[in-house]
């Protein structure tokens, strides 16, 4: 996929001995990580005692078990600290502290959600198996669930409103430099400005050590100076990060600029353009002690996440094929009497590993709509469409049968949508990473649906939004997906 250069990089001046060093903005990210940690820690325990007040102490106590009226709240103190340490390991499992933009609400708010599904769920199962004569209220563990969100929203609400201030009087902001310049370093730029990353500002670039950019930097990036003087810029814009987009460089230039960095106390990193991977990234392992890398493994690689989303689907489909008969036969009924004809249409579709199978839909077009014999997209308006056909569409009802290839195997519930195999024959060669969305199986709806991108839509959008779901799966965006799909119709056709 290609990346646009930078055309907007706003570089403030040349920075003053009186404005904050390098090392400050970094300490402070410290202690707002660590202020962090402690201020969820409270979150969590207050919401949890709440929970037990709530529970024990209120009309609540009426409900339920008959126990409940004569319980003491403060007899739930070791439930409360159990739950608070279970809530805060979660959370650290899901890496909630693992990065700055993480303080933000927004790359928060998801982490927290999962942390409580999981702490509903762990709660339940170790309370069982550690103390199965203890009646744990369920009720208490359901608004300890509640509660401890909310709290825990609230504070990194406030957490997060002190941020945007601290950010705008440029206290957090970490400045990089660039050493080189590439599309994939157009990209970089390009994320941390249109986002407004409080945690990260451009502050220019330098050429190589040979003197050059292999791709021209934007009239507008500040061009710092010559590599030879990195080490005074480095001290001079109070650089917190240099980033290498050239990696030409010869290997000895780049240990050299590694250890120049190392004495200057601010990070290097590297961008790996010559792999120009999209899907997943690279990580670093060892292999018989010797450091490889290589391309990342995806969640659904894992053994247990796939057999719960696997779960998931033959519960789901089987759950919607019972909810959807009704209007299936109640819809086929009204297409065989606009167009007398078969109900159902059934199609070559390519799925998970590229291997066919025939999916099927209710008919929603004429029965010559393809009597030219050749395959093409649906476009929005399609003249081909029965009047029935086009509120099916516009509402998805045509998709139904579809639980039936999910009970087959051949579908998700969830995943990229399966395209015709005449279609896309040359997609792979035309479009990077075309290919790794035919990984997992496709899917009755996807996260590119729910974004609008179907029918006669940009392509490249689509593959892009069916990478991030590969990329970023759980059953919490599987769940996320389903809710939105009945809510979101963009771009129908």
Request: net charge positive; aromatic share 10%.
């Amino acid at each position: 996929m290609t990346h646009t250069s930078v055309s907007t990089v706003a570089v403030p001046p040349v920075l003053s001995p009186a404005q904050p060093a390098a090392a400050d903005s970094r300490g402070r990210l410290r202690e707002l990580l660590i202020t962090s940690f402690f201020g969820d820690a409270l979150a969590v325990i207050l919401g949890l005692a709440l929970a037990s007040w709530l529970r024990f102490a209120t009309p609540l106590n009426q409900v339920g078990s008959a126990v409940s009226a004569s319980i003491p709240w403060t007899d739930y103190a070791r439930h409360v600290v159990f739950g608070s340490a279970l809530f805060l390991i979660l959370l650290g499992a899901f890496r909630l502290y693992a990065s700055p933009p993480m303080l933000r609400l927004r790359q928060a708010g998801g982490v927290l959600l999962k942390a409580a599904g999981a702490w509903l769920l762990a709660h339940f199962a170790l309370a069982a198996l550690l103390r199965p004569e203890s009646d744990v209220s369920r009720i208490y563990v359901f608004l300890g669930a509640a509660t401890s969100t909310l709290a825990l929203a609230g504070w990194r609400a406030a957490l997060d409103r002190y941020i945007a201030r601290a950010a705008a009087s440029d206290q957090l902001h970490r400045r990089i430099l660039f050493v080189g310049w590439s599309e994939p370093a157009a990209a970089f730029a390009d994320s941390v400005i249109s986002a407004r990353d409080p945690f990260y500002e451009v502050a220019g670039c330098v050429p190589s050590p040979a003197g050059r950019y292999a791709k021209a930097p934007p009239a507008r990036l500040r061009r710092l100076g010559d590599y030879q003087d990195l080490r005074e810029l480095i001290e001079r814009h109070a650089v917190d990060l240099v980033v290498l987009a050239d990696i030409s460089v010869p290997a000895g230039e780049t240990v050299g600029l590694v250890n120049l960095c190392e004495k200057e106390m601010v990070e290097f990193k590297i961008i790996p353009n010559c792999f120009q991977i999209l899907l997943s990234g690279l990580h670093l392992e060892t292999m018989n002690g010797v450091p490889v890398l290589g391309l990342s493994r995806l969640p659904l690689d894992n053994p247990f996440n796939l057999a719960a989303k696997e779960a998931l689907d033959l519960v789901g489909g089987l759950v919607g094929l019972a909810l959807s008969a009704p209007l299936i036969a109640f819809f086929g009924y009204l297409v065989h009497r606009e167009s007398p004809g078969p109900i159902f249409y059934t199609q070559t579709r390519l799925g998970r590993d590229g291997r066919h199978f025939q999916i099927i839909k209710i008919r929603s077009m004429r029965l010559d709509a393809e009597a030219s014999g050749r395959a093409g997209w649906s476009v929005k308006d399609d003249p081909r469409r029965l009047r029935i056909g086009a509120f099916m569409r516009r509402w998805n009802i045509d998709e139904l049968p579809q639980f039936w290839n999910v009970v087959k195997g051949d579908m998700s519930l969830v995943g990229p949508r399966p395209e015709r195999p005449e279609l896309i024959v040359d997609f792979k060669e035309a479009i990077p990473h075309y290919n790794a969305r035919h990984g997992i199986k496709p899917g009755i709806t996807g996260w590119a649906q729910v974004k609008g991108f179907r029918g006669d839509t940009d392509l490249r959008e689509r593959i892009r939004c069916d990478l991030h779901y590969i990329e970023q799966w759980s059953l919490l965006l599987d769940l996320q997906i389903l809710l939105m799909t009945f809510f979101s119709r963009k771009n129908a056709c």
